[in-house]
């Protein structure tokens, strides 16, 4: 099983800064990496799909990099609704597995 | 508007069962894999399991394998996740989750219902 692992673990990040999100798989996931963000109650929601390419409504602040086995999510200018806990997956063996998230508050 | 619902969750002795089930609108259901996602209390994702189109392929995750079955009734629009044999370790708010991929998955989630909580307590 691959094993992702995302760091940090919270960051603090005030409005309109700039937030640089990491990601490590166990072995190679190619450009197979997904990131999802989560908001308290909610269920997660689909930000990045092949490592860099943004869902269907996904604001052009949110951007994804990298492959193999380093992946980064940034944010660019963090706006209110930007504040949760944000997921990379990995799809490309399965079982399909999660990162154990960054939570991203406000400082 | 597209849009899945899940029902069926509640409070479960360990060694007990519960089936799940997930109702599928404004969307062509028979035309997509299909997943079950858990998140134990503060903890984060997990998949469980899996189904394509037809249901003529599942994949589990191994802590469920033999005890936990998926399965799908297109003509009701509807997937769902036979528990059995339920464990502490099982507690979780349990989502169904759409795979993008309309004719060969594609492993990410792109539409997911609001959850359904699952708690094995005696």
């Known amino acids: 099983e691959i094993v992702m692992t995302q760091s940090p673990a919270t960051l603090s990040v005030s409005p309109g800064e700039r937030a640089t999100l990491s990601c490590r798989a166990s072995?190679?996931?190619?450009?197979?990496l997904a990131w999802y963000q989560q908001k308290p109650g909610q269920a997660p929601r689909l930000l990045i799909y092949?490592?860099?390419t943004r869902a269907t409504g996904i604001p052009a602040r949110f951007s994804g990099s990298g492959s193999g086995t380093e992946f980064t999510l940034t944010i660019s200018s963090l706006q209110s609704e930007d504040f949760a806990v944000y997921y990379c997956?990995?799809?490309?063996?399965?079982?399909?597995?999660f990162g154990q998230g960054t939570k991203l508050e406000i400082k | 508007e597209v849009q899945l619902v899940e029902s069926g969750g509640g409070l479960v002795q360990p060694g007990g069962s519960l089936r799940l089930s997930c109702a599928a609108s404004g969307f062509t259901f028979s035309s997509y894999w299909m997943s079950w996602v858990r998140q134990a209390p503060g903890k984060g994702l997990e998949w469980v399991a899996n189904?394509?189109?037809?249901?003529?392929?599942?994949y589990y995750v191994d802590s469920v394998k033999g005890r936990f079955t998926i399965s799908r009734d297109n003509a009701k629009n509807s997937l769902y996740l036979q528990m059995n044999s339920l464990r502490a370790e099982d507690t979780a708010v349990y989502y169904c989750a759409r795979d993008p991929g309309a004719i060969d998955y594609v492993g990410t989630f792109d539409i997911w219902g609001q959850g359904t909580m699952v708690t094995v307590s005696s």
């Open positions: 072995q190679s996931v190619s450009s197979n």
């Open positions: 092949g490592a860099s």
């Open positions: 189904i394509k189109q037809d249901g003529s392929e599942k």
């Open positions: 997956q990995q799809y490309n063996n399965w079982p399909y597995s």
